[in-house]
């Protein structure tokens, strides 16, 4: 809010000036009746505030001019103890507002007879002066608000820019440096060791900076290199150099360039930002977890129980059975479904970053540590759910943190002295027999007791060969409307070969599978020619003892009960074999295979 205080001494001036002219005296008081401005005195006390019921705090409140002739008139005149002392006669009292609000009053003074006399016979001429004043404290106002939004303004922008994690800079239509960021200051301050540069030709080199103040277009992803021995860079003309992406958009005013604002990022925060968005986040209901066999059926039962809970949860099963699919319904189906879910698998980071993964660093707590810190997996998922996959990969020493996190609630970053509270609840997941590692060392008996509150066992999908087809069917709808294409479904042979698959890859496999299929196929039904070729491999059985004849005629036979009889499925069967269709309905003869 602007104050008459923020314009004090040009309030003081005023106050001199009028009762110079018009060689009377003038008080200005703020809204709380504090004296910014009095012509009689040389110099006002900070806290030197007229009385509540003095008549210039009467028209603040009123906010209307009024005018006392005599001290009888007005109630806390009648009131003062100092009233016999007292040479006023005569007082003009004016509110002063600014935008609809009363910021204050100005009061012009008569103590004597003479001067009361003057004012009366003046009065007129001496208001439109006093109207004119105030319009010089009304103007003066503006200008302060002007300033002090200019200066929220500018406040608010640099906020702004070092919020980011960019490296933002404004230039001006010159190519001057108006405002950048911490960070674009820290490439030259602590990566570069050189001066901040003043101009952008300081770090770009002409032709570039040339594009971007004069382009009038947007520049996206350009490979820059600052601090380069070359006309770039002349400031860190003799650092090393460090490759950075560049954007830039002009900023258009009147139809004119008037500077541009760049947003630069190095290589390695973008290479980081990948690395991050390797576990995207997935909506996952009831109907992504399919199947209508028990097991299945037990296990959505088992996750609706446990919706209310934040006890921990360990998943296991093999590689692609759909552990993280369980883990994000549990989420998904929990009070904790609008907070984060987390996902980190232990085996894809090495053990040296792992720890910093999962529960950050302090600014400085090692080489090579970002400025400002790191926050933690646990730190990003408070209140929500983290999902540890393939969790018997951890270090036996995180693990031995990780039990502390589950049983204290509390994560202390790397180079930190403060643990900080965390709500978080914890989903593993493994496809490795965790007891067997307990028992051979690798893992930690307390910690696989303590993940082990509610356990989960995901089944292969070559033990629950009733689920298939609903599989089948449900990844053939799904990527046949992502890749727009009109697929009615799987021939008799090619869903045979699917049926009779073994599936080691499990879920992940058949869904890999069927996306390629139906990229493969050219009409709507899929055929057994747009299988993957590595199931175009018939199922061999031990044939220790056989002689070649019996071998081959197994073989065929396996071929056939794979693929059918159909003249697409005998066409497939003759391709896995190796052999010529001829060839293959001639041994079948022989073998009386028909």
């Known amino acids: ?77 009648r009131a003062c103890k100092n009233k016999a002392e007292c040479n006023v006669v005569m007082i003009i009292a004016i509110p002063i507002i600014y935008r609809g609000q009363v910021v204050g009053s100005l009061g012009v003074i008569a103590n004597s007879e003479h001067d009361k006399e003057k004012m009366l016979s003046n009065k007129a001429n001496f208001l439109k002066f006093i109207d004119r004043m105030l319009e010089l404290i009304i103007n003066k106002l503006d200008e302060e608000k002007a300033f002090e939004e200019i200066t929220l303004l500018n406040k608010r922008v640099e906020v702004i820019l070092d919020s980011m994690d960019h490296y933002l800079v404004l230039v001006s239509e010159r190519g001057e440096i108006l405002q950048a960021n911490e960070n674009f200051k820290s490439i030259f301050s602590d990566l570069l060791k050189v001066d901040y540069p003043k101009v952008l030709t300081d770090f770009l080199d002409f032709e570039l900076s040339d594009r971007i103040l004069f382009g009038n277009a947007e520049i996206k992803y350009k490979e820059i290199k600052i601090g380069s021995d070359s006309e770039q860079g002349k400031t860190a003309k003799n650092s090393a150099k460090t490759d950075f992406v560049l954007s830039s958009k002009p900023v258009i005013l009147n139809q004119k360039e008037r500077g541009a604002i760049l947003s630069i990022r190095s290589f390695k925060d973008i290479a980081d930002e990948l690395t991050e968005l390797y576990t995207h986040s997935l909506d996952v209901a009831f109907h992504d977890l399919v199947g209508e066999s028990k097991v299945i059926k037990d296990i959505k039962d088992k996750i609706r129980q446990i919706s209310a809970s934040s006890s921990t949860v360990l998943i296991d099963g093999e590689t692609g059975t759909g552990k993280e699919v369980v883990a994000r319904l549990i989420h998904n189906t929990s009070s904790r479904k609008d907070q984060p879910f987390v996902a980190i698998n232990c085996s894809a980071i090495p053990e040296d970053l792992m720890e910093s993964e999962l529960f950050g660093y302090e600014d400085g707590a090692f080489t090579g540590a970002k400025k400002g810190g790191k926050i933690g997996k646990f730190h990003l998922a408070d209140g929500g759910t983290i999902f ?37 609840r914890i989903i593993a997941a493994t496809n490795r027999k965790l007891e067997d590692c307990v028992k051979s060392g690798m893992f930690r008996e307390d910690l696989y007791y303590r993940l082990k509150v509610i356990p989960i066992s995901i089944p292969p999908l070559r033990e629950r060969k009733d689920d298939l087809s609903l599989l089948i069917d449900y990844f053939l709808n799904v990527h046949a409307k992502r890749i727009n294409k009109k697929i009615h479904g799987f021939s008799d042979d090619a869903l045979k070969v699917l049926m009779n698959h073994p599936w080691k890859g499990n879920v992940r496999e058949l869904r890999n599978v069927i996306e390629f299929s139906i990229n493969m196929t050219a009409s709507p039904m899929i055929r057994v020619s747009a299988l993957p070729s590595d199931m175009l491999q018939p199922v061999r059985e031990d044939f220790d003892g056989l002689n070649i004849e019996e071998n081959t005629r197994r073989l065929m036979r396996y071929a056939l009960d794979q693929y059918g009889t159909t003249t697409t499925g005998k066409e497939a069967a003759a391709k896995a074999l190796g052999i010529s269709l001829a060839t293959l309905y001639r041994k079948m003869k022989e073998y009386g295979l028909q």
């Open 1 to 77: 809010m602007t104050r008459l205080s923020n314009i004090s001494d040009y309030i003081e001036q005023t106050a001199n000036i009028i009762g110079g002219v018009l060689e009377l005296d003038v008080l200005i008081v703020d809204q709380a009746l504090q004296i910014l401005g009095d012509s009689d005195l040389e110099s006002i006390s900070q806290d030197q505030c007229i009385r509540k019921d003095s008549i210039l705090a009467t028209v603040i409140e009123d906010r209307e001019m009024k005018v006392l002739t005599s001290k009888d008139d007005h109630e806390g005149c």
């Open 388 to 424: 540890l996959d393939e969790i018997g990969e951890m270090a036996l020493h995180l693990q031995a943190k990780l039990l502390r996190v589950l049983q204290e609630q509390q994560v202390t970053k790397i180079g930190g002295l403060k643990s900080t509270k965390v709500d978080v």
